[in-house]
């Protein structure tokens, strides 16, 4: 629920967009800003969120995020320029929720299930495809009905009334018991370690270049839906649709990655995604609304597949006591992608009055990606009696 609540807010940014631009008469490039923002600081504060992951455990870490989040947005609802929406809910507001998100969610999934953690995390992960569905979708409601300035109250509202209260009882599984005439007990990879290999460099890299495409694409499809035609309405729900066949596709991506192995599954994620994106291209190209039918179907598939498996794969090669604070070093790579792909789609638009040449953009970003994983090679198993 948790996640749940976290990417359905970040997601709904996509019905404030607009009329984010008529209340502040802004550029959508300077708009988008406001999402970057939210993103970056996901992205930056990952380290500090890792190091209070470890310190904090996740029942404190999520309540305090909740508070924070929800007071910045009550402070943005009454940004009367668009410098004070980037630092109330861009910047304080995206750090609150950086705390709530997949970083800290999938960690605890990972450590609790072992043995099985792509389909734990896809489990986990089933929240941001059903967050982002319902919250696109009451967002919109909400837009029409009151206003974005009142539905950044009810967001606010919604995280004191379920996240505080629903994690009083979260925790950590506890450590594994010490055998007996060990010396010490493995506390698995350091920081340090991680930080000086290569898997840990590859891995970053590929959750650069998917954060860079994904993004882009949410951020900016119900503008571009919308300017080819698409009712408003129609458009909210195609985007809020994509996130619930994300539910389908994340149960896969799990299911596959424990089977099929990490960048295979990824290959195949990647590819329904670029194929997506090509269908929503001849929306513009052809006019015809079912390749919009056609976009949610693939690239819904492949939403969420990039968290999935970059945290099983970590997980593969750095489950330890330091678990945290590595995942959360992994996921600096994440803001940056994200601030980038969500200003990309923006500001190509304003250069080439076409969101085209972005969707062509994120297409590369994903090729990238796909490089990256491959590049990754499997953790050596410790040898008995090795230190």
């Known amino acids: 629920m948790t996640l749940a609540l976290q990417n359905g807010i970040v997601m709904a940014f996509a019905v404030l967009y607009l009329p984010l631009i008529a209340e502040f008469d802004a550029s959508r490039g300077e708009v988008a800003s406001v999402q970057s ?59 609150g929720l950086s705390t709530l998100g997949s970083q800290a969610n999938l960690v605890v999934a990972a450590l609790w299930f072992p043995a099985a953690r792509g389909r734990a995390i896809a489990v986990a992960d089933l929240g941001t495809g059903f967050g982002a569905f319902a919250f696109t979708l009451l967002g919109q409601a909400l837009v029409v009905a009151v206003g974005w300035r009142a539905t950044l109250l009810v967001w606010a509202a919604l ?24 010396a010490r007990v493995p506390t698995g990879p350091t920081l340090a370690g991680a930080l000086a290999s290569a898997p840990f460099w590859w891995l970053a890299a590929m959750r650069f270049f998917g954060a860079c495409a994904f993004p882009l694409m949410n951020t900016h499809m119900l503008a571009y839906a919308i300017g080819q035609g698409v009712a408003p309405a129609t458009a909210a729900a195609a985007l809020g649709a994509v996130s619930l066949v994300s ?47 056609v976009y949610v179907a693939l690239y819904g598939l492949a939403q969420g597949s990039s968290g999935i498996v970059a945290s099983a794969r970590a ?73």
């Open 247 to 293: 539910l389908a596709g994340r149960l896969a991506t799990g299911w596959l990655s424990d089977r099929l192995g990490r960048p295979q599954t990824l290959t195949l994620a990647y590819t329904s995604a670029a194929l997506g994106i090509g269908a929503l291209s001849l929306l513009a190209l052809t006019g015809s609304s079912a390749w919009l039918v």
């Open 159 to 182: 995280l004191l009334a379920i996240v505080v209260p629903l994690n009083a009882f979260q925790r950590l599984p506890p450590p594994a018991p010490a055998r007996a005439g060990d």
């Open 37 to 95: 923002a939210v993103l970056l600081l996901g992205g930056f504060g990952s380290p500090l969120i890792g190091w209070a992951f470890d310190r904090l455990g996740p029942r404190r870490l999520f309540q305090y995020g909740a508070v924070l989040t929800a007071a910045a947005f009550a402070v943005a609802s009454r940004a009367d320029s668009l410098p004070l929406l980037v630092l109330t809910y861009g910047v304080v507001g995206g750090l």
């Open 315 to 387: 997980a593969d090669a750095f489950a330890g006591a330091s678990f945290g604070a590595i995942y959360g070093w992994l996921s600096l790579a994440i803001g940056p992608g994200e601030a980038l792909g969500a200003w990309v789609g923006g500001r190509f638009f304003d250069a080439w009055g076409s969101y085209l040449p972005a969707f062509g953009f994120a297409v590369a970003a994903l090729a990238a990606g796909l490089v990256a994983i491959w590049r990754v090679r499997p953790p050596q198993p410790r040898r008995p009696g090795s230190t």
